[in-house]
């Protein structure tokens, strides 16, 4: 050990492991280090002697972390060490000291210094990226890429990660980039961790022996799982069989007892009959408190879930605390509440909350209020709080162990369908389970499930590592920034060093191959579509854009419309010839009602091309209106070819007798400026020469397909340039359409540019550009704070939710205006083959018009049916949004009402809760 790391590491109660070592060995030798070691396992400590160099070299260093939570404890960690004079914090919401010798900031936040060229960068030697592994993010992982490429040389980056199973590919483009840099890997946890299985009120080892599997190789952990265990699942298994046999069983009814969903290989369903019983949770706290394995994490995938295991252990008379750590917990739930009105605190659930808190039990998830997770992160740090009931987001938030963590399923859904979590995921859940310090080992409990393999349950405890992906893209924002910083060329130099490029190039023969697939295929596809009268693909577009428009209206109006077709459905009969959007004239050949609670109708129809849909009313844009009809043979086979021809031969001829045009009223209605660009284009559709043609509609399939290859050959050289050495021609592609719009000159930023410069916003070309037109002029605080929501706001689906409207007339003006330009820059990158910015959302706008209009919370919360953490959540991100945008539009009216979103939307829980962070 060098001088140096001696000195350095004589101020640890502790010693520090050789991973440690090496780290800061590295350091001291000027290169940067990337160190990927389990959570928990201290791999903060390279970050800290880094801290440590910069003082003792009279420079810079910063400290920064994902979350604003995470650099708040930063920032108090090491304020207790160095002292506030020395220490500075810089975050969305707060500045404190910033020109200090060490910074704890948010990643953006050193993004926009870097674009900004801050002079608070001179003198800066180390960067410390704390959860670096979060550039896996879909949304703001791109930030770590844009920080570590855009750093100046002389800066050594200190990179702290969780084990991620390509740390050596992670690595090599490290040193790529960025020159020496060394790859410091740690698998061994400084605190054995034991898995255990909870089957009923007992709790079992999952391995045989006594080694923690933490200690062990992968391979000698799986070999050894308790034959107890496979006895259990054995016997379960063997009844399920028996009663396969006697289907009757006890039920008496003859009826098979296999009822239930599937859940994957974690815990399936079985007969209910011999699923072993779930362990409750009440007795899962009281078997964890007499086995003194508390204080404890209980993972559940729900946040109603987590709030209701509270709930039912409250009501089981569970009590885990004593007086002493009662009153603590009371004071400490007091003191982070203090700023809150009582009528505010009724509101929030307060009492049920501090109730359960003191009995040393709580939930924790992002559907709560800030102030109220931070009551539980301190008291559960004291040691006072037992029992926490979590959403799997903490297992990637603040530091907060616990001596046992607990899975109470290894299912999850993920918002598409109920899936097994990844061993990854059960390493970074687990992974919270023993204090350094504190405990001499910790536990990881899976809870017994019906179905469960204790097979599979082991190859998770025994695998790991995940792989780290990077989600680095071009963005407007990124374009403007990089350009003004280093010009085009340069950066489309460094989009080409980044971290997606560097993974991806292996993987280009395949999507090489596929394009080449997708192009011959198109230029086959195009010969078919030649047309004697004109250019038949200029009038497929017109006809596409027709549908596109009359298929792109705001759910909310779709919604209303959903009775009116839904009566149209039920009305046809078979032979009716109806217009389907995309498909075009089509003839109906049955209708019924789906089999479910609320009767749905449907309609059975073959299109031109042949096409058999089944359709139900959210298919349709519109109501179906019969034009005509023709005789559909009563024992019609849609898998006879010949009978197929005739039936749409018959459509032709009489669509031909009678000419008619796709229906008005089958587009959703939509907003003036929508009808009219409609209108337009069906007078062109008209004026075609190919609208003569005889021919028409079967070109007109051969067109589709042209159109759907194209889309394809699109959407894989968008993939390719995602993952690929075409991550340049995305930027090139950026860049066109901003020069397109006025925003670029070449090289060179214009006005608009600049602008742009200052919003970071997934739609943040769409908000620039509603600037510029003067989109939001005339519009108050509260109804701009409601148009602005639109562009943030991402709704959860939901059964019960209520169809989201604007406030006013106003504000809807502003909106539908805003939408007309989401879809002019749409057309535009579609012409640039970028793919479309999301649609925005006006599932927040009236909430947000009610918070800035001064509006109690209790009402707001009420109307809005959101939790009160995603409102505090969102309605920060609007008043962040204002922010950006009364930087970005200059002196003038819109920098007054930004100004003042921000001064109205801060107040209570949210003003509360912003000081919190």
């Given at each position: 050990m060098s001088p140096h790391v001696a000195e350095f590491a004589r101020d640890y109660p502790f010693g520090l492991d050789p991973y440690q070592v090496q780290g800061c060995e590295a350091l001291s030798g000027g290169h940067g280090v990337l160190v990927a070691a389990p959570t928990g396992a201290g791999k903060t400590v390279v970050g800290e002697y880094a801290v440590w160099l910069a003082i003792q070299q009279s420079r810079k260093c910063f400290y920064t972390t994902p979350i604003k939570a995470l650099s708040n404890q930063k920032y108090h960690d090491l304020v207790e060490r160095w002292g506030s004079d020395r220490v500075g914090l810089l975050t969305g919401d707060s500045s404190v000291n910033p020109e200090a010798q060490i910074v704890v900031m948010t990643t953006e936040v050193l993004r926009n210094m870097i674009y900004a060229g801050s002079t608070t960068l001179h003198n800066l030697g180390y960067v410390v990226m704390d959860e670096v592994h979060y550039l896996a993010d879909r949304f703001r992982g791109a930030v770590w890429e844009e920080v570590i490429l855009g750093l100046a040389a002389s800066v050594s980056i200190v990179a702290l990660s969780a084990t991620v199973s390509n740390v050596e590919d992670f690595g090599e483009w490290l040193r790529t980039v960025r020159g020496e840099f060394e790859v410091v890997v740690s698998e061994r946890r400084p605190v054995p961790l034991f898995q255990h299985v909870m089957v009923g009120r007992r709790l079992v080892d999952l391995f045989d022996g006594v080694a923690p599997t933490a200690q062990e190789l992968p391979s000698a952990r799986a070999a050894r799982v308790n034959k107890e265990l496979l006895q259990v699942s054995k016997g379960e298994a063997s009844r399920v069989r028996d009663d396969s046999r006697n289907p009757r069983g006890r039920s008496?009814?003859?009826?098979?007892?296999?009822?239930?969903?599937?859940?994957?290989?974690?815990?399936?369903?079985?007969?209910?009959?011999?699923?072993?019983?779930?362990?409750?949770?009440?007795?899962?706290?009281?078997?964890?408190?007499?086995?003194?394995?508390?204080?404890?994490?209980?993972?559940?995938?729900?946040?109603?879930?987590?709030?209701?295991?509270?709930?039912?252990?409250?009501?089981?008379?569970?009590?885990?605390?004593?007086?002493?750590?009662?009153?603590?917990?009371?004071?400490?739930?007091?003191?982070?509440?203090?700023?809150?009105?009582?009528?505010?605190?009724?509101?929030?659930?307060?009492?049920?909350?501090?109730?359960?808190?003191?009995?040393?039990?709580?939930?924790?998830?992002?559907?709560?209020?800030?102030?109220?997770?931070?009551?539980?992160?301190?008291?559960?740090?004291?040691?006072?709080?037992?029992?926490?009931?979590?959403?799997?987001?903490?297992?990637?938030?603040?530091?907060?162990?616990?001596?046992?963590?607990v899975l109470e399923k290894l299912v999850k859904y993920n918002g598409e369908a109920h899936v097994d979590i990844t061993p990854g995921e059960y390493t970074q859940l687990t992974g919270r389970a023993g204090r350094r310090g504190i405990d001499t080992e910790g536990h990881a409990v899976v809870l017994w499930q019906s179905g469960m393999?204790?097979?599979?349950?082991?190859?998770?405890?025994?695998?790991?590592?995940?792989?780290?992906?990077?989600?680095?893209?071009?963005?407007?924002?990124?374009?403007?920034?990089?350009?003004?910083?280093?010009?085009?060329?340069?950066?489309?130099?460094?989009?080409?060093?980044?971290?997606?490029?560097?993974?991806?190039?292996?993987?280009?023969?395949?999507?090489?191959?596929?394009?080449?697939?997708?192009?011959?295929?198109?230029?086959?596809?195009?010969?078919?579509?030649?047309?004697?009268?004109?250019?038949?693909?200029?009038?497929?577009?017109?006809?596409?854009?027709?549908?596109?428009?009359?298929?792109?209206?705001?759910?909310?109006?779709?919604?209303?419309?959903?009775?009116?077709?839904?009566?149209?459905?039920?009305?046809?009969?078979?032979?009716?010839?109806?217009?389907?959007?995309?498909?075009?004239?089509?003839?109906?050949?049955?209708?019924?009602?789906?089999?479910?609670?609320?009767?749905?109708?449907?309609?059975?129809?073959?299109?031109g091309d042949h096409t058999v849909m089944r359709l139900q009313p959210h298919d349709l844009t519109g109501p179906p209106l019969p034009v005509a009809r023709v005789r559909v043979p009563r024992r019609f086979s849609v898998r006879d070819r010949t009978e197929r021809r005739a039936l749409l031969s018959a459509m032709s001829n009489k669509l031909e007798s009678i000419d008619p045009d796709a229906p008005e009223n089958s587009a959703p209605p939509t907003d003036e400026a929508q009808m009219e660009r409609i209108a337009h284009l069906r007078r062109q559709v008209k004026a075609h020469p190919c609208h003569a043609c005889e021919d028409r509609e079967t070109h007109a399939v051969a067109a589709a397909r042209v159109l759907r290859l194209e889309r394809d050959r699109v959407r894989t050289e968008s993939d390719m340039a995602t993952r690929t050495n075409s991550l340049g021609t995305q930027f090139d592609r950026v860049c066109a359409v901003l020069e397109e719009l006025g925003y670029l000159d070449?090289?060179?930023?214009?006005?608009?540019?600049?602008?742009?410069?200052?919003?970071?916003?997934?739609?943040?070309?769409?908000?620039?550009?509603?600037?510029?037109?003067?989109?939001?002029?005339?519009?108050?605080?509260?109804?701009?704070?409601?148009?602005?929501?639109?562009?943030?706001?991402?709704?959860?689906?939901?059964?019960?939710?209520?169809?989201?409207?604007?406030?006013?007339?106003?504000?809807?003006?502003?909106?539908?205006?805003?939408?007309?330009?989401w879809r002019e820059v749409g057309q535009l990158?579609?012409?640039?083959?970028?793919?479309?910015?999301?649609?925005?959302?006006?599932?927040?706008?009236?909430?947000?018009?009610?918070?800035?209009?001064?509006?109690?919370?209790?009402?707001?919360?009420?109307?809005?049916?959101?939790?009160?953490?995603?409102?505090?959540?969102?309605?920060?991100?609007?008043?962040?949004?204002?922010?950006?945008?009364?930087?970005?539009?200059?002196?003038?009216?819109?920098?007054?009402?930004?100004?003042?979103?921000?001064?109205?939307?801060?107040?209570?829980?949210?003003?509360?809760?912003?000081?919190?962070?």
């Open positions: 008496g009814r003859g009826k098979p007892g296999g009822g239930g969903r599937g859940s994957g290989q974690y815990g399936g369903a079985t007969h209910p009959r011999f699923a072993a019983k779930p362990t409750r949770r009440d007795d899962m706290a009281r078997v964890l408190s007499e086995a003194r394995l508390l204080p404890a994490i209980c993972f559940i995938f729900s946040r109603v879930g987590c709030d209701a295991a509270v709930q039912q252990l409250l009501h089981s008379g569970v009590q885990l605390t004593s007086r002493q750590e009662a009153r603590l917990l009371g004071e400490i739930a007091d003191r982070h509440t203090a700023g809150l009105s009582l009528p505010d605190l009724d509101v929030l659930g307060y009492e049920d909350f501090r109730h359960a808190l003191c009995a040393g039990m709580a939930a924790h998830h992002a559907g709560q209020l800030p102030a109220f997770k931070a009551i539980v992160e301190e008291g559960f740090t004291t040691g006072a709080l037992k029992l926490v009931f979590a959403t799997e987001t903490l297992a990637l938030g603040i530091n907060m162990p616990a001596r046992t963590v393999d204790p097979r599979a349950v082991a190859g998770l405890a025994s695998r790991r590592t995940y792989p780290l992906r990077s989600s680095f893209a071009p963005s407007y924002n990124m374009a403007v920034n990089l350009t003004s910083s280093m010009g085009r060329v340069r950066a489309r130099e460094i989009l080409n060093q980044s971290f997606a490029q560097f993974q991806t190039d292996k993987s280009v023969v395949t999507s090489s191959r596929v394009g080449r697939q997708l192009t011959e295929e198109l230029a086959d596809a195009q010969q078919a579509i030649e047309c004697h009268l004109g250019d038949f693909m200029s009038y497929a577009l017109l006809r596409d854009e027709i549908s596109e428009l009359e298929s792109s209206s705001a759910k909310q109006r779709r919604a209303q419309r959903a009775g009116d077709i839904a009566d149209a459905v039920s009305s046809l009969v078979p032979g009716d010839i109806i217009h389907v959007a995309r498909q075009g004239w089509s003839v109906v050949l049955g209708i019924g009602q789906k089999a479910q609670r609320d009767s749905v109708p449907w309609v059975q129809v073959i299109a070449g090289d060179e930023l214009t006005d608009a540019g600049r602008m742009l410069r200052r919003i970071y916003n997934e739609l943040d070309l769409v908000a620039a550009e509603c600037i510029r037109r003067d989109t939001f002029a005339g519009l108050d605080a509260p109804q701009l704070a409601a148009v602005l929501s639109t562009m943030l706001y991402e709704s959860r689906p939901s059964r019960d939710q209520i169809t989201p409207r604007m406030p006013d007339a106003a504000s809807e003006r502003a909106q539908s205006e805003l939408r007309q330009v990158e579609r012409k640039h083959r970028r793919d479309r910015g999301r649609e925005p959302d006006i599932g927040f706008a009236e909430v947000s018009w009610r918070w800035a209009s001064g509006q109690e919370l209790a009402k707001v919360l009420a109307h809005g049916q959101l939790s009160a953490g995603d409102f505090v959540r969102w309605v920060r991100q609007v008043v962040d949004f204002a922010g950006q945008l009364a930087q970005a539009a200059g002196p003038g009216d819109l920098r007054r009402t930004c100004l003042s979103i921000v001064d109205r939307m801060r107040r209570g829980v949210v003003d509360v809760d912003l000081e919190e962070d």
